[in-house]
């Protein structure tokens, strides 16, 4: 008995011995109950004999595949906790390099992590996570745009039999950036995410883009000029680095190339951080900077500006964080356009993700 079990109150005489037909008789019983010896094995406390080294010849066929359990397909009576709908159920940050038409560099292969997930119903136990990553599998040589992440759903989908479905990708894009006067080209790489989003029929595709910009006080840029003018007083304006995170719906049939949406970002706050400086380069960020002073609530409508007067863009959002140099604390903005990014509840780890690593 296993310690601390409590004992089961059986009636038994164990003075009277069975004969040996009587066993026979209750062994075939039992063998005929337990369907296999190695079920009686373990119904009479016998243990089997194991094999431990490892059968490198053995060979799956699709009988011995049947025998397999599956418990994510298993009854509704397995499912644990309340039994309701799961709106997103999948997989995330698996990765692998995927290749993208780029617009002005031809194609380019980039490691990606890639999140999958379905749509669970409630009389569901699970679903096979395995399936969205041999469907994406499918489609990952062939060079991706929202066609194939389109493809991709579909396999996935049809495969797990879900109503909803979504594909989100993260990857790092390289973009040559040429310094403000001395003439010198650098990378900058930019946070890009694609996600294809299926609800109740209707698929909407969103490009998320991480802008990384300098900010300088209006405020502080006057306070500093008026110490100057009036007391002689050599003073410098409080300015830091920035980080607005621009979602845009790109409307059915349009083309909206990663590139168009950073030169966009850039027209709207062009204070962009700078790869490679020299002193003449340096000088001009400066000039740059106190030529665009700006809040974040200005960077919130600036970025909108620029989204709301192109075609290609449906509903967008803009998170701006301006991560102060003058406060112990950030300085944020958030600005939506349409249903598809209104929220009134906020991640509680939305701003802490906006800390640009470099």
């Avoid at 337990?34 to 490892?54: C, F, R």
């Avoid at 799961?86 to 992590?113: A, K």
Wanted: with cysteine; hydrophobic share 40%; aromatic share 8%.
């Amino acid at each position: 008995m296993n310690k601390g079990a409590k004992p089961m109150n059986i009636q038994v005489d164990i003075a009277q011995k069975p004969s040996r037909e009587e066993a026979e008789q209750a062994l075939a019983l039992l063998r005929n109950y337990a369907g296999s010896e190695a079920a009686l094995a373990e119904l009479t406390g016998a243990y089997p004999d194991l094999h431990n080294i490892y059968p490198d010849n053995f060979i799956v066929d699709p009988a011995y595949k049947d025998t397999l359990p599956d418990l994510q397909n298993g009854p509704a009576s397995l499912i644990r906790g309340a039994q309701r709908v799961i709106q997103h159920v999948g997989i995330s940050n698996f990765r692998l390099p995927i290749p993208y038409h780029t617009r002005d560099n031809g194609d380019l292969t980039l490691e990606t992590s890639v999140t999958g997930t379905v749509s669970l119903e409630a009389d569901k136990k699970g679903i096979n996570m395995s399936r969205i990553m041999r469907s994406f599998y499918t489609h990952a040589e062939k060079t991706f745009s929202f066609e194939v992440m389109e493809a991709a759903l579909d396999d996935y989908k049809t495969d797990l039999d879900s109503f909803d479905a979504r594909i989100q990708m993260r990857f790092s894009f390289p973009m040559k950036v040429q310094s403000l006067r001395s003439g010198l080209t650098g990378f900058q790489y930019y946070d890009i995410a694609l996600e294809l989003v299926e609800t109740a029929g209707t698929r909407r595709e969103i490009v998320h883009l991480d802008y990384v910009y300098s900010s300088t006080c209006p405020c502080s840029l006057e306070l500093s000029e008026h110490a100057r003018q009036t007391r002689g007083q050599l003073a410098t304006p409080h300015s830091q680095r920035s980080v607005a995170r621009v979602s845009v719906e790109v409307l059915p049939g349009k083309c909206l190339w990663f590139e168009d949406l950073i030169d966009m970002c850039r027209r709207a706050v062009p204070t962009e951080t700078q790869v490679m400086v020299k002193r003449e380069d340096e000088q001009a960020f400066a000039e740059l900077n106190a030529a665009n002073p700006i809040f974040v609530e200005d960077a919130a409508r600036l970025f909108a500006q620029v989204l709301e007067d192109d075609a290609r863009v449906g509903d967008f959002r803009v998170v701006a964080s301006h991560q102060e140099s003058l406060h112990s604390h950030d300085a944020v903005s958030v600005l939506t356009e349409g249903t598809l990014f209104a929220d009134q509840s906020l991640d509680p780890k939305l701003f802490s993700t906006l800390f640009h690593v470099g």
